[in-house]
């Protein structure tokens, strides 16, 4: 009979993941601005709410992800000093 070992998933907090959360951030930062002056000056030239909408969802998403970023990384500095205080 073939016994098979089942590993769980390690909930360690790793560096490469919060840079992860980091670098999609980044583009977000600088897209969701430009799309928000895009869409005011649609909304004042034509009524169009796309763009402002748009602009204001990248916006939150940006701001949501770098929290959960910089959260992951002080996870990862403070959860480390742990470890090693116990030996």
């Known amino acids: 009979m073939l016994l098979i070992t089942i590993t769980l998933k390690n909930n360690k907090p790793t560096l490469s993941g919060a840079l992860k959360y980091l670098g999609i951030a980044l583009p977000l930062l600088f897209i969701a601005p430009i799309l928000i002056t895009i869409g005011f000056k649609a909304l004042k ?43």
């Open 45 to 87: 030239k034509d009524g169009n709410f796309i763009f402002l909408i748009l602009g204001l969802i990248l916006g939150i998403a940006a701001i949501l992800t770098t929290a959960y970023g910089l959260i992951k990384i002080s996870r990862f500095i403070f959860d480390r000093d742990k470890e090693n205080d116990k030996s």
